[in-house]
T-cell receptor, first 110, second 115 residues
Framework: QQQVKQSPQSLIVQKGGISIINCAYE??????FPWYQQFPGKGPALLIA?????SEKKEGRFTISFNKSAKQFSLHIMDSQPGDSATYFC?????????FGAGTTVTVRA | KAGVTQTPRYLIKTRGQQVTLSCSPI?????VSWYQQTPGQGLQFLFE???????NKGNFPGRFSGRQFSNSRSEMNVSTLELGDSALYLC??????????????FGSGTQLSVL
C-alpha cells in the first residue's frame, strides 16, 4: 500500500511555465519530507526538503508548500526549463525509512 | 567529495542464482540504505544500516539480506533469484546525525536483470 500518494502521473509544461506536483500522506509519524529528481540511468538526486513545522521552503526556482493539517505537500517549479525534464518523487521519512510517491514525469517544451 | 559508488553497474543472472551488490557510501557517512526500483512498484525500501547494525527492514522476503562493514561499506545479497527480482537496486548514504536519517544521497544503482 502506497503510504505517499503523488499526482499527477505526468505533466507537460511550456518553457517558463510553472510545474506543480502534489503529494498526500496519512502517517503522522513522518517527520521529514524530501523531493527527489531522477534522470534516466541515474539515481534520485535530493532537490529540496521540508520539516512539518515549516509551511513553505524556497530554494532557487523550487518551492515546497506544506499543509500539516491536511497532510499534503507540493512542489512548485517556477520558470520551468527544458533541463528540468525528469521524474520527480516526493517522499516521507520515518524510522530511517523513506516512503516514496509513485513519481511524476515532467516534460518541459521549449 | 566522491558520491555514493555502487558496483557493478549492470548484472545479468539466471533464475535460482544468487547475487551480491556492493555500495561505498560518501566519506564520513555512517548510514547506508538500500532501495529497489521497478516500473510497477516504484521505489521500495529494503533495509537500513548504521554502524554495522540493521535499524529497519522493509517488506521483502528473507532471500534479500544485507550487511555493513566497519568502514561503512555495505553489501546486499539476493539468493535464489526470481524473474521478479529484476530491478534497479539503489544504495543511499547519509550522515544520520542524532535520531534522524535525513538527506539521503543515492548512487546510480545496479541494474539487475534475471533471465
Amino acid at each position: 500500500q502506497q503510504q505517499v500518494k503523488q499526482s499527477p502521473q505526468s505533466l507537460i509544461v511550456q518553457k517558463g511555465g510553472i510545474s506543480i506536483i502534489n503529494c498526500a500522506y496519512e502517517n503522522t509519524a513522518f517527520d521529514y519530507f524530501p523531493w527527489y529528481q531522477q534522470f534516466p540511468g541515474k539515481g534520485p538526486a535530493l532537490l529540496i526538503a521540508i520539516r512539518p513545522d515549516v509551511s513553505e521552503k524556497k530554494e532557487g526556482r523550487f518551492t515546497i508548500s506544506f499543509n500539516k493539517s491536511a497532510k499534503q505537500f507540493s512542489l512548485h517549479i517556477m520558470d520551468s526549463q527544458p533541463g528540468d525534464s525528469a521524474t520527480y518523487f516526493c517522499a516521507a521519512l520515518n524510522d530511517y525509512k523513506l516512503s516514496f510517491g509513485a513519481g511524476t514525469t515532467v516534460t518541459v517544451r521549449a | 567529495k566522491a558520491g555514493v559508488t555502487q558496483t557493478p553497474r549492470y548484472l545479468i543472472k539466471t533464475r535460482g542464482q544468487q547475487v551480491t551488490l556492493s555500495c561505498s557510501p560518501i566519506s564520513g557517512h555512517r548510514s547506508v540504505s538500500w532501495y529497489q526500483q521497478t516500473p510497477g512498484q516504484g521505489l521500495q525500501f529494503l533495509f537500513e544500516y548504521f554502524s554495522e547494525t540493521q535499524r529497519n527492514k522493509g517488506n521483502f522476503p528473507g532471500r534479500f539480506s544485507g550487511r555493513q562493514f566497519s568502514n561503512s561499506r555495505s553489501e546486499m545479497n539476493v539468493s535464489t533469484l526470481e524473474l521478479g527480482d529484476s530491478a534497479l537496486y539503489l544504495c543511499a548514504s547519509s550522515l544520520s546525525t542524532g535520531q534522524q536519517n535525513e538527506k539521503l544521497f543515492f548512487g546510480s544503482g545496479t541494474q539487475l536483470s534475471v533471465l
